[in-house]
């Protein structure tokens, strides 16, 4: 019973009991246990007890505590695994993005690289004295969640890290897990055995050739130069094998790579997480992976690249030795010929991170690297041959992940730039996105250019980047058109505000582009490519394509090399990551008719390459007529329907006005303008207009293009 009471304790954390009489220490817990024959003390601490309890008493507060007996044994087999995994320092797997939390909540400075999460380190005294070096940044594995420090020498779990972190917050009560010892002022010392074979070896530069020449055979060496084994340090060892030391990252002896006459190769003391051939990487930010030390030997004799034989072979790759080749923008990996090696190959590149990682499998011109030397082979050009490991064309969930989780918690973020001027708009596209593609028609003469303008400088004045394609009107009026929408009035008559509105218009992150009318197309998307490089430009707006295009090269099909430009269109966009607003005239239609996808110019492809469509409509009731936005295709979230515009000629806007209520205590209001009610007017001629024709949703299929497809 005595046993069981205090495995109990010990996995639900409560504190110890002690009584006066005959204390002993419990194995799991810093605090003393103390017991009696027939009375206990629950204490808080070894100097502070409580009155003592009976046995009876103190079942039936454990039983109130830990319910049925049979819950107590699982909690206490949960925790004591749990003691177990840390107290033999195993990884324990957390959530990267719990660590990015804890990292963000204690305002903890870090970057992200391939394997770790790396910042300044926490637990060097140097900073405390004022003085930083570029070696105290600590690594925090992105899976496991345990921290390394090669300056201070700290090592631990990410249950030890996160508590060392909550103390550092104001008003922190509470006492923190135990935390790793710091490192001594001086390295540790090796152990005894390799600090021994390590003195007795000779170096291997200090024999003759001829004396050489016999070992290295014997060793299965032939090819490798005294000049080579200089740069591993290598030593000949008396029982004839050759030892390589393995140096920390500060340089001091912390083991052996041991090659036997065998060709045997181990590591000494076993388990040791660094790699053999540190001293050829020294400055260089891409390495040579092998699985051998013979390998790494053959490939420095004659590529010369930078070599490191990792110490366990193709059988693991330690976790605490992904800190050592974070600082590696690539990464070759040269294995043997064997189906385990390559296995191995691709388990280590994803631990490595594949998008930094190439591999040069051994095929039948060549094998391992020392093979590879020993028939003759170039091994400076089979490293240039590597392939990588990673396509840009495929991917996992594992790499979109944090995207996603990303899209999901920041809904309105990844929604875009919110329009102030039409809200309507908000409620349609949710917000102005960039790699996007959008695609604008109308009648002619129903005020495409000027509600783009308007559209534009609503983004541009939040901060988007804006650069202006003007073919059909030149810069000049395009300007005015801008300049009377930001000053709200007509300038004409208050030209007074014409220098308030011009020098807040040039304060806007916008550029115009130069061309007017007809112009090579690879011109246009040079220009374009050369704004966004070096004023990072989120949108572009192009007015329109077939002033742009012109009449076009004779003998081609007029569609076919509109469908060619829009394609190109639609890569710029995904590739450099911009907004591209494109105008396009419809077709020549009745003017009583409404326009739909089918209306826009061209082939069926303008409207299937658009993430967007955005057709203005005009209805024309006698003498008046109305104008609205309509969407009829959103990528994004699929919302359709119109967008009411009311156009202010002083300003030549398209500010959407709010309705105002009519109160029948207000008898002017009932007699406005029908204008103030065009939103139900718009709405009710869609509805007509939608019983007539099919009804167009974002789910429903495009129609199929029939011209080709160009190149």
């Known amino acids: 019973?005595?046993?069981?009471?205090?495995?109990f304790l010990t996995a639900s954390r409560a504190h110890h009991v002690r009584s006066p009489s005959k204390p002993t220490t419990c194995e799991n817990s810093q605090s003393?246990?103390?017991?009696?024959?027939s009375t206990y003390k629950l204490c808080s601490s070894p100097k502070e007890c409580t009155s003592p309890i009976s046995v009876a008493g103190l079942l039936e507060q454990i039983s109130y505590i830990g319910g049925m007996v049979q819950l107590q044994r699982h909690v206490h087999m949960a925790a004591s695994l749990h003691a177990q995994v840390i107290q033999q320092n195993l990884p324990v797997s957390v959530d990267e993005v719990k660590i990015r939390n804890v990292l963000k909540a204690n305002n903890v400075a870090f970057e992200l690289g391939y394997t770790c999460f790396i910042m300044d380190c926490i637990f060097c005294k140097h900073k405390k004295a004022g003085r930083k070096s570029d070696g105290e940044k600590m690594y925090v594995n992105i899976i496991t969640g345990s921290f390394v420090c090669h300056q201070c020498g700290r090592s631990g779990s990410w249950a030890q890290l996160e508590d060392h972190l909550s103390l550092r917050r104001p008003g922190a009560g509470r006492k923190a897990a135990r935390l790793p010892p710091a490192a001594a002022e001086e390295p540790t010392p090796p152990p005894a055995a390799v600090t021994r074979l390590w003195e007795a070896a000779q170096p291997a530069e200090s024999l003759e050739q001829d004396a050489l020449q016999p070992v290295l055979e014997r060793l299965g060496l032939r090819g490798i130069s005294a000049d080579t084994l200089r740069r591993f340090e290598a030593r000949l060892t008396a029982d004839g094998g050759l030892a390589v030391p393995l140096r920390r990252p500060d340089g001091s002896l912390a083991g052996l790579r041991l090659l036997a006459a065998a060709g045997t190769e181990r590591t000494l003391p076993p388990g040791l997480p660094l790699p053999a051939g540190a001293g050829t990487v020294r400055g260089r930010d891409y390495a040579v992976l092998t699985a051998r030390l013979v390998d790494a030997l053959a490939i420095s004799e004659k590529a010369r690249q930078?070599?490191?034989?990792?110490?366990?072979?193709?059988?693991?790759?330690?976790?605490?030795?992904?800190?050592?080749?974070?600082?590696?923008q690539r990464l070759t990996l040269w294995f043997p010929d064997d189906v385990v090696s390559w296995y191995a190959v691709r388990v280590f590149a994803r631990k490595l991170a594949e998008r930094r990682c190439f591999t040069v499998r051994p095929s039948s011109e060549h094998g391992p690297p020392l093979q590879a030397l020993q028939a003759g082979v170039s091994l400076t050009r089979a490293l240039e041959a590597a392939a990588?490991?990673?396509?840009?064309?495929?991917?996992?969930?594992?790499?979109?992940?944090?995207?996603?989780?990303e899209e999901i918690s920041n809904a309105n973020q990844v929604a875009g730039v919110q329009w102030k001027r039409f809200p309507a708009l908000?409620?349609?596209?949710?917000?102005?996105?960039?790699?996007?593609?959008?695609?604008?028609?109308?009648?002619?003469?129903?005020?495409?250019?000027?509600?783009?303008?308007?559209?534009?400088?609503?983004?541009?004045?939040?901060?988007?980047?804006?650069?202006?394609?003007?073919?059909?009107?030149?810069?000049?009026?395009?300007?005015?058109?801008m300049l009377h929408q930001l000053a709200n009035c007509a300038l004409d008559k208050h030209i007074d505000r014409f220098d308030q509105a011009a020098d807040e218009f040039e304060k806007l992150p916008m550029w115009f582009m130069t061309f007017h009318g007809q112009q090579s197309i690879p011109h246009v998307l040079d220009a374009m490519s050369h704004a966004a490089y070096v004023h990072d430009i989120g949108h572009v707006v192009l007015d329109n394509l077939q002033f742009m295009m012109g009449a076009g090269e004779r003998g081609m099909d007029r569609f076919f090399e509109q469908d060619a430009v829009i394609s190109r269109f639609r890569r710029f966009a995904t590739m450099k990551n911009c907004h591209v607003t494109l105008v396009i005239h419809p077709r020549k239609e009745r003017s009583d008719e409404e326009l739909g996808l089918a209306s826009v110019f061209g082939g069926a492809r303008a409207t299937q390459e658009a993430d967007n469509v955005l057709i203005m409509q005009v209805l024309r009731t006698g003498d008046t007529q109305r104008k609205y936005i309509q969407v009829l295709k959103n990528r994004f979230?699929?919302?359709?329907?119109?967008?009411?515009?009311?156009?202010?000629?002083?300003?030549?806007?398209?500010?959407?006005?709010?309705?105002?209520?009519?109160?029948?205590?207000?008898?002017?209001?009932?007699?406005?303008?029908?204008?103030?009610?065009?939103?139900?007017?718009?709405?009710?001629?869609?509805?007509?207009?939608?019983?007539?024709?099919?009804?167009?949703?974002?789910?429903?299929?495009?129609?199929?293009?029939?011209?080709?497809?160009?190149?």
């Open 32 to 37: 003393d246990f103390h017991r009696s024959s």
């Open 388 to 405: 990588p490991l990673y396509h840009n064309a495929i991917t996992t969930f594992s790499a979109l992940r944090q995207h996603v989780f």
């Open 637 to 711: 979230s699929g919302d359709l329907g119109p967008m009411p515009l009311h156009f202010n000629k002083d300003s030549l806007s398209f500010v959407v006005k709010r309705k105002k209520r009519v109160s029948e205590s207000d008898p002017q209001a009932k007699d406005l303008p029908e204008s103030r009610g065009s939103d139900s007017t718009v709405k009710q001629r869609v509805k007509s207009a939608a019983a007539t024709q099919p009804r167009q949703t974002a789910a429903a299929p495009e129609p199929p293009s029939e011209d080709p497809v160009p190149e």
């Open 306 to 328: 930078p070599v490191l034989a990792l110490p366990n072979g193709s059988s693991s790759l330690p976790p605490e030795l992904l800190p050592h080749l974070e600082r590696f």
């Open 426 to 481: 908000n409620r349609l596209l949710r917000g102005h996105r960039r790699g996007e593609l959008t695609v604008v028609s109308g009648p002619t003469g129903a005020g495409k250019t000027t509600f783009i303008s308007e559209y534009s400088l609503d983004l541009c004045m939040q901060g988007v980047n804006t650069l202006w394609g003007s073919f059909e009107i030149n810069n000049t009026r395009l300007a005015k058109v």
């Open 1 to 7: 019973m005595w046993t069981r009471v205090r495995h």
